[in-house]
């Protein structure tokens, strides 16, 4: 869903559109993104791929940043392993999203290095330079982006304990990250109040629960059954040949202190965006936790990477997280029996779509010669457990995008005699098709199979097959 609204907000006439575009709520975040997108030129008319592309090459230069990292460390084989475990992770599916987490990903992963060659002697000014510049970048990509400033702050918190040392000039660089992050607060303080009506509604999707934070941990950390499964299969594989190669001393000491803090303040990501949320957001979802997805690419080499089995181990593991690369594919939620459904509907009649959700992802370039006559209602008042975020933002997006059919609900049963409902099966946060239903006017059902229901509808259903009373 959210790629559509990313996708109107950069096509906009110009870059002042644009910033009125994420001003007006298409976006609750920067819009330092949406402008380094606008300036790419779309291929086609229908191009999804330039939209995207910043989030790929972002994807690929996290994966670098840690290949890095864990080079400066460890054999080659394990170095490929950190950059492997990233791709493979769910981040994948960030990464070819229209959106800004890949590249938050990346500016996190570039600041991890850069710390790293501080933490390796290369006090100079251009590693604080570059590690300043990643971390404001970070702010004006989005909101949650101080979550990186607090990592890096605790890895230098980690360091000078151990070490017994404050490094000042670290120090003042994170705190020079404040008069950028400061400059973003009247912007932030605006989209709150724009989204004050979902955080605070009984309902909202992205309350902080401790149930959520457990749940995108155990996601972020695992990802699926498939990865425990041949991480222990490759360990136990390892184990039945002879293991071979040390790690340098020097290395491992130098890898154990710098790794050690990463690892231990990367861990901490959960806990601080949970925070976050529950004090001071409002808002509580599993994306918001991005530099979390660093941590396996980080952890397993700094937990393996000292022993005699890790080049073998890393060596197993690295074809079989391709193949996990290879058989992934985009987090494509649109579903396509909405697709059919409106094709084999009549031309020239309005197609009422129930879902906020479903009637957003239609927005797409690809399915609108099929959505064209696709209408959303709004303006229900009274309906009990409803999260109106999706209704919020199909009109925040209509401002932008005014060839959307968006109507009040009792002003299109005045103006439309006869139309169409769409609705998905099940229809949980379809709140629009039970209420035509309330008013009799879903006359017949004209299409069903496992995934939607199709009716046909009308203010006088006389002249149709009586109406159903089944959904």
């Given at each position: 869903?959210?790629?559509?609204?990313?996708?109107?907000?950069?096509?906009?006439?110009?870059?002042?559109h644009?910033?009125?575009?994420?001003?007006?709520?298409?976006?609750?975040?920067?819009?330092?993104?949406?402008?380094?997108?606008?300036?790419?030129?779309?291929?086609?008319?229908?191009?999804?791929?330039?939209?995207?592309?910043?989030?790929?090459?972002?994807?690929?230069?996290?994966?670098?940043?840690?290949?890095?990292?864990?080079?400066?460390?460890?054999?080659?084989?394990?170095?490929?392993?950190?950059?492997?475990?990233?791709?493979?992770?769910?981040?994948?599916?960030?990464?070819?999203?229209?959106?800004?987490?890949?590249?938050?990903?990346?500016?996190?992963?570039a600041?991890?290095?850069?710390?790293?060659?501080?933490?390796?002697?290369?006090?100079?000014?251009?590693?604080?330079?570059?590690?300043?510049?990643?971390?404001?970048?970070?702010?004006?990509?989005?909101?949650?982006?101080?979550?990186?400033?607090?990592?890096?702050?605790?890895?230098?918190?980690?360091?000078?304990?151990?070490?017994?040392?404050?490094?000042?000039?670290?120090?003042?660089?994170?705190?020079?990250?404040?008069?950028?992050?400061?400059?973003?607060?009247?912007?932030?303080?605006?989209?709150?109040?724009?989204n004050?009506?979902?955080?605070?509604g009984?309902?909202?999707?992205?309350?902080?629960?401790?149930?959520?934070?457990?749940?995108?941990?155990?996601?972020?950390?695992?990802?699926?059954?498939?990865?425990?499964?041949?991480?222990?299969?490759?360990?136990?594989?390892?184990?039945?040949?002879?293991?071979?190669?040390?790690?340098?001393?020097e290395?491992?000491?130098?890898?154990?202190?710098?790794?050690?803090?990463?690892?231990?303040?990367?861990?901490?990501?959960?806990?601080?965006?949970?925070?976050?949320?529950?004090?001071?957001?409002?808002?509580?979802?599993?994306?918001?936790?991005?530099?979390?997805?660093?941590?396996?690419?980080?952890?397993?080499?700094?937990?393996?990477?000292?022993?005699?089995?890790?080049?073998?181990?890393?060596?197993?593991?690295?074809?079989?997280?391709?193949c996990?690369?290879?058989?992934?594919?985009?987090?494509?939620?649109?579903?396509?029996?909405?697709?059919?459904?409106?094709?084999?509907?009549?031309?020239g009649?309005?197609?009422?779509?129930?879902?906020?959700?479903?009637?957003?992802?239609?927005?797409?370039?690809?399915?609108?010669?099929?959505?064209?006559?696709?209408?959303?209602?709004?303006?229900?008042?009274?309906?009990?457990?409803?999260?109106?975020?999706?209704?919020h933002?199909?009109?925040?997006?209509?401002?932008?995008?005014?060839?959307m059919?968006?109507?009040?609900?009792?002003?299109?049963?005045?103006?439309?005699?006869?139309?169409?409902?769409?609705?998905?099966?099940?229809?949980?946060?379809?709140?629009?098709?039970?209420?035509?239903?309330?008013?009799?006017?879903?006359?017949?059902?004209?299409?069903?199979?496992?995934?939607?229901?199709?009716?046909?509808?009308?203010?006088?259903?006389?002249?149709?097959?009586?109406?159903?009373?089944?959904?």
């Amino acid at each position: 869903m959210d790629e559509v609204l990313t996708y109107y907000t950069i096509r906009q006439a110009d870059l002042s559109h644009v910033l009125r575009a994420v001003w007006s709520g298409t976006d609750f975040s920067p819009f330092f993104m949406h402008a380094v997108l606008h300036v790419i030129p779309p291929v086609d008319q229908g191009d999804l791929l330039s939209p995207r592309i910043l989030s790929i090459f972002s994807a690929y230069g996290a994966a670098l940043c840690l290949l890095r990292l864990a080079r400066k460390y460890f054999e080659l084989p394990v170095a490929v392993l950190s950059f492997s475990l990233l791709l493979a992770s769910y981040f994948f599916f960030f990464a070819v999203q229209a959106r800004e987490y890949a590249l938050i990903v990346f500016l996190f992963s570039a600041s991890l290095l850069v710390w790293s060659n501080v933490c390796d002697g290369n006090n100079d000014r251009k590693n604080l330079f570059l590690l300043w510049v990643f971390l404001s970048l970070t702010l004006c990509t989005h909101f949650y982006g101080v979550v990186s400033i607090v990592v890096m702050a605790l890895c230098e918190t980690v360091w000078d304990l151990r070490t017994r040392r404050i490094r000042w000039p670290v120090w003042i660089t994170l705190a020079a990250t404040c008069p950028v992050g400061m400059a973003w607060i009247p912007w932030a303080r605006h989209l709150q109040m724009l989204n004050a009506g979902d955080q605070n509604g009984p309902f909202y999707y992205a309350y902080p629960t401790f149930e959520k934070l457990w749940s995108y941990t155990v996601l972020f950390v695992g990802g699926n059954y498939v990865f425990p499964i041949i991480a222990v299969s490759c360990l136990a594989a390892s184990f039945l040949f002879p293991g071979s190669g040390d790690v340098p001393p020097e290395n491992a000491q130098a890898g154990r202190r710098v790794l050690g803090c990463i690892v231990l303040s990367v861990g901490c990501v959960p806990l601080i965006v949970f925070c976050l949320a529950r004090f001071l957001t409002g808002s509580f979802s599993a994306r918001y936790m991005a530099d979390f997805l660093t941590f396996d690419a980080v952890a397993i080499p700094f937990a393996i990477g000292w022993t005699r089995r890790a080049t073998l181990f890393s060596m197993l593991m690295c074809p079989a997280l391709a193949c996990m690369i290879v058989l992934y594919s985009a987090d494509d939620t649109m579903d396509l029996s909405s697709v059919r459904s409106l094709r084999a509907i009549p031309s020239g009649l309005p197609v009422v779509i129930g879902e906020g959700l479903l009637f957003i992802e239609l927005q797409q370039k690809i399915y609108r010669p099929f959505s064209r006559h696709a209408v959303y209602l709004y303006g229900l008042e009274n309906v009990p457990n409803v999260d109106r975020t999706n209704e919020h933002a199909i009109r925040y997006l209509h401002k932008v995008v005014p060839w959307m059919r968006v109507s009040q609900f009792d002003d299109f049963l005045r103006d439309n005699h006869h139309f169409y409902v769409l609705s998905r099966n099940p229809a949980t946060e379809d709140y629009v098709s039970p209420a035509l239903r309330q008013r009799g006017v879903l006359c017949r059902t004209a299409f069903r199979d496992a995934d939607v229901t199709v009716f046909e509808a009308g203010t006088d259903c006389k002249r149709m097959v009586p109406a159903v009373s089944g959904h």
